[in-house]
């Protein structure tokens, strides 16, 4: 026998619970966001502040907004920052063009071939990830001045292309693992050599680590200040990273609103970076290709 | 989307590449290249650069001078060193008067007495400014400029305490009965009359020049002895708990006396510790006005705290092809009359005398200030101190450290005193 | 005699067709070098020699100025015996990464599970919560974590208005840790792309048989995809792990080098770039970083053993 109020009065609650909850989520969202983006708001204003007040005032809100320090900044070393840019821009590109290509050809053979000495390789490689650089500086320096790159971009280049970055040979690696092995099989029976597999196969699936990858490469190489400031002594080869950090000399007179103007400009490209590949790595893929 | 790469294209990529860098040119020093390295902001950067021109348009066209620098003078240490290790030495190379005792005994400087008067003109330069760059009687760098310790004031939140500015003969007793006054009034919400500078290495020189004694002795030994810092640790126990300095947890936000977090900065004192030439980074990021006075007297009448220290030096790899013109350059970078006005005071108050001279009356009012500062300081002045012995950077650290234990309570100045004592000699042992 | 023939002519053809021992190694392991190629390239020419360098130092003093001198285990002794800040900077650093890698990895993995969930706004949601690992650790934001931890600064405002006296977080070497172990949590947006990726990385078809089945939320997740995104779990952990030990810069700049106040910011590779380039002592430096490799080696062999209980793979 039905018991129709039972039944109506299950009902009304779910929509009423379905309307609110996402309201709550979204509310608890904008929270958070805020909180992430408070120091990035904070960085905005100082870069619009007359110098004199960034040290002194609390409030989100410049008392005078100047663009002092983008035009200072912009110019405030002898070149002006376009050069800087660009060279960061040239740089994380082979960056990332160099880590792709060869740290997807090293995760493959750690990830799909088989071959002796494999474990202890693969060891050796995650090993170069835990000795802190600052020991491994000078022995490489020499190293790279006995080539003569000193002065040029090749020190911080050449070894992407050489797959010097165990990072993201360990990530493509787990993410290489993660595709069904029954995919290779199925094309080792069609006679496909392991090149095939590696391009055909594999390369075609990894779009999510390989977005990933090309993201976090910009973003290594567009903030990473030591390398170049090791390696680069000509200005007109700097980069934004190492440029940046000529705007303040803690002992004298120091550029601070240019330092603020051009860290805020220095974002935009990265941002940029990141949002364009967002898409790629959400769209990815969708199935594995695979009829099961 | 399909990565477009071709195994051949990407073999034959990265082969170009490595070609390309073994066919680029090294950088090796050439007679006609000179390379100059400094620490600096791009002020001081504008201005070098353009003595450098100076020095290619008067003395010699064909020279090509590659000026490097970095803003941060830790950056400058860590690279400088990579190179010096390198085997790849910039010719002329900014000297601090920490480190020259190191780069001077282990043979990476040049050491300059065979030039003077053949090609080095030191004619005109203050003899004891010539004596700050020797080591073992040899002289081995070339100060740029002399600057002397000097307090920074803000002299607005002192009017609005309604205190007097201090004085040159004012002691730490003065600033005691000051801030009676001072925090009666209250300024700035919690704004206290002094920072803490327990930890402040050139405050503790001073302290104890004015009393006989010396941070080094000239071989190398501590000058002063536990007691002497125990007495000082109990100095400023005393003004912390009277409230005359600003609190531990204010203090401690100052990371190695950077213009940026010092405490007048950050407004949390009316006065700090810092050098006669830094008077204009200071007012740059200062909104209220400031001025310089010196550091207090140990006790009413003491002197001879004070001394013009070489504020940077000039030095010459020992290693470099270019000895002449090296040599030629840093003379003409301290006497020619053109240099002397781009450089300004920046570096600190020029050596030679014919270029004080002729640079004063162009100075501005807050350069000038700082001008008179270092040459009027009369009984505050004492004689140069011996070059720093190589530990000298380790035990700064440590007296910051240790002066942050007693002023959060970890350590009692009874204890802390012969505990530093005991770690600086062992440093100074290590060290040699 | 033609049998004989016949005999011969089949052990000829049994002789040609099996592959000379040579011939074996070189098709099993063939491929495999060959795609190590680059990398091998690159370890022997650019890597090992200066990694051998800095073993051979540790066993030197060496002040960067003149060449190293031999001093045996002079360096290692020294560290275990009579180095207080060895031990100082060791806790800190052990402190840092108990704290600091958890806590990213769980806001990493609650957000992007949150955030996949299709909700209006999402790009723009990951793209702001992305946005602090974007700064790196930079001079403008030691500047802004000094503002917002000292004594006086805007968390202790916000604090007070809920009735919160807090404490001088940044300055205070009771707290000062603290606030590096949330710049650290803060940007947990690189360990959270890489989960998303895991996340996208998971074959819808999978999702949609087990709705066919009628599972619920919970257990598709339970399921499929915590199992399927453990690979990238360890990875994340591994490399927050490492990372984390080597953690440098933020202290670096925050404390202007010092690791104060009194060595509560004092991280290791502080501490051996204090010894490296401060003092220099490079010889010393080297033995630190060696001990710190072990010590990151012998977690990381642990890891991967126990792995095998909770790694899932495809193959």
């Known amino acids: 026998m039905t018991t129709p109020t039972a039944v109506v009065s299950a009902e009304p609650s779910r929509p009423w619970r379905k309307r609110i909850m996402p309201v709550v989520a979204h509310v608890l969202l904008i929270a958070a966001s805020i909180l992430m983006l408070y120091p990035l708001l904070w960085m905005l204003a100082a870069s619009f502040r007359p110098e004199q007040e960034i040290f002194s005032s609390t409030s989100l809100i410049p008392s005078a907004v100047t663009l002092n320090g983008y035009i200072s900044g912009w110019h405030g070393l002898p070149l002006s920052f376009g050069t800087f840019f660009i060279n960061s821009f040239t740089i994380s590109i082979l960056c990332i063009v160099g880590n792709l290509a060869a740290c997807s050809l090293t995760a493959f053979a750690f990830a799909r071939l088989e071959f002796r000495g494999k474990r202890f390789w693969f060891a050796l490689m995650l090993g170069t990830l835990m000795l802190p650089y600052q020991v491994t500086l000078i022995p490489q320096y020499v190293l790279f001045l006995k080539l003569g790159w000193v002065n040029t971009f090749l020190p911080l280049v050449v070894p992407k292309f050489l797959a010097s970055d165990a990072f993201f040979t360990f990530l493509m690696v787990q993410f290489f693992r993660g595709i069904p092995k029954e995919l290779d099989e199925a094309a080792q029976m069609d006679g496909c050599s392991p090149w095939r597999i590696y391009y055909k196969i594999l390369l075609p699936l990894s779009v999510p680590v390989l977005t990933t990858a090309a993201i976090f490469t910009f973003i290594f190489t567009w903030d990473d200040f030591f390398g170049p400031l090791i390696y680069l002594n000509d200005i007109k080869t700097y980069t934004v990273a190492l440029a940046l950090r000529n705007f303040v000399d803690s002992t004298g007179i120091s550029n601070w609103s240019g330092l603020f103007a051009m860290s805020v400009l220095s974002l935009v490209p990265v941002f940029v970076f990141f949002l364009f590949f967002q898409r790629l790595l959400i769209e990815g893929i969708a199935t594995t290709g695979m009829k099961r | 989307m399909s990565t477009n790469f071709d195994r051949r294209q990407f073999l034959l990529g990265s082969t170009a590449l490595v070609a390309a860098g073994a066919v680029a040119p090294a950088f090796a020093q050439d007679a006609g290249r000179l390379r100059l390295y400094w620490w600096g902001g791009q002020a001081r950067a504008d201005r070098t650069n353009k003595v450098s021109d100076l020095f290619k348009s008067k003395v010699d066209p064909k020279v090509t001078i590659d000026g490097e620098y970095n803003g941060s003078f830790q950056d400058y240490w860590t690279k400088l060193d990579t190179q010096v290790a390198g085997g790849n030495t910039p010719d002329v190379l900014q000297m601090d008067y920490r480190y020259i005792y190191q780069y001077a005994t282990k043979g990476t400087i040049l050491a300059l007495d065979d030039y003077i008067g053949k090609g080095l003109d030191l004619s005109d330069f203050d003899k004891d400014q010539i004596e700050g760059g020797r080591v073992g009687g040899k002289l081995y760098a070339i100060s740029l400029g002399a600057n002397s310790v000097a307090m920074m004031v803000n002299t607005a939140a002192f009017k609005e305490a309604g205190v007097d500015l201090p004085t040159p003969d004012w002691s730490y007793d003065d600033y005691k009965t000051a801030s009676v006054a001072w925090n009666k009034a209250n300024p700035r919400n919690g704004m206290r009359i002094l920072q803490d500078g327990s930890g402040n290495e050139p405050a503790y020189e001073n302290w104890l020049r004015q009393r006989g004694k010396a941070l080094y002795t000239a071989d190398g030994k501590l000058g002063w002895t536990a007691d002497d810092l125990v007495e000082w640790f109990k100095l400023w126990d005393d003004l912390r708990a009277a409230n005359v300095c600003v609190s531990p947890d204010n203090q401690a936000l100052d990371a190695n006396a950077a213009i940026e977090t010092t405490m007048i900065t950050l407004g949390k004192a009316a006065t700090t510790f810092a050098n006669s030439n830094q008077l204009i980074a200071f007012q740059k990021i200062n909104k209220d006005p400031l001025t310089m006075v010196n550091f207090p007297r140990a006790k009413k009448g003491a002197g001879g705290g004070h001394y013009r220290k070489p504020s940077q030096f000039w030095s010459i790899s020992s290693t470099t092809k270019a000895k002449d013109e090296s040599v030629k350059y840093v003379s003409f970078f301290i006497n020619d009359g053109d240099a002397g006005a781009a450089l300004g005071v920046e570096r600190g108050i020029p050596c030679a005398k014919h270029i004080r001279d002729a640079i004063a009356p162009t100075l501005s009012d807050q350069d000038r200030l700082a001008l008179n500062f270092v040459s009027n300081l009369g009984d505050l002045l004492g004689p140069l101190p011996p070059v720093p012995p190589a530990a000298a950077g380790e035990i700064d650290n440590e007296l910051q450290t240790k002066s942050q234990e007693v002023a959060f309570g970890q350590s009692s100045a009874e204890d802390a005193g012969p505990a530093f004592f005991k770690a600086a000699t062992d440093m100074l042992a290590r060290s040699s | ?315």
């Open chain 3, 1 to 315: 005699m033609t049998a004989r023939a016949l005999d011969a002519g089949s052990a000829a053809n049994a002789r040609a067709t099996v592959p000379s021992p040579w011939r074996q190694a070189w098709t099993a392991n063939g491929p495999g070098y060959m795609f190590l190629l680059p990398w091998f390239i690159g370890f022997f020419g650019l890597t090992v020699g200066p990694i051998l360098i800095s073993l051979y130092l540790s066993f030197t003093n060496f002040d960067l100025l003149t060449a190293p001198q031999w001093a045996g285990l002079d360096n290692y002794a020294r560290m275990f015996t009579a180095d207080p800040k060895f031990v100082a900077s060791m806790r800190v650093t052990f402190l840092f990464v108990i704290f600091s890698v958890p806590l990213k990895l769980a806001f990493a993995l609650v957000v992007v599970l949150v955030l996949n969930r299709g909700m209006k706004g999402l790009p723009i949601y990951r793209a702001v919560f992305y946005l602090p690992s974007l700064l790196g650790a930079s001079v403008a934001i030691a500047v802004l974590w000094r503002r917002l931890f000292a004594g006086d600064g805007l968390v202790n405002e916000a604090l007070a208005m809920i009735g919160i006296q807090g404490p001088a977080w940044i300055s205070n070497p009771r707290f000062s840790l603290w606030t590096l172990i949330i710049l650290a949590v803060w940007q947990f947006g690189s360990p959270m792309i890489i989960f998303l990726a895991g996340l996208r990385q998971i074959p819808q078809d999978l999702y949609e048989a087990a709705d066919i089945d009628g599972a619920s939320r919970w257990r598709k997740f339970w399921k499929i995809t915590l199992p399927l995104l453990t690979p990238v779990v360890f990875f994340n952990a591994i490399i927050q792990t490492i990372e984390g030990f080597k953690s440098f810069t933020p202290a670096f700049i925050i404390s202007g080098g010092t690791g104060n106040p009194i060595n509560s910011t004092l991280f290791y590779t502080l501490y051996l770039y204090q010894e490296a380039f401060g003092f220099l002592r490079m010889g010393y430096a080297s033995a630190l970083a060696w001990v710190l490799l072990a010590i990151i080696a012998v977690f990381t062999a642990f890891s991967f053993l126990t792995s095998r209980y909770w790694v899932h793979y495809e193959d």
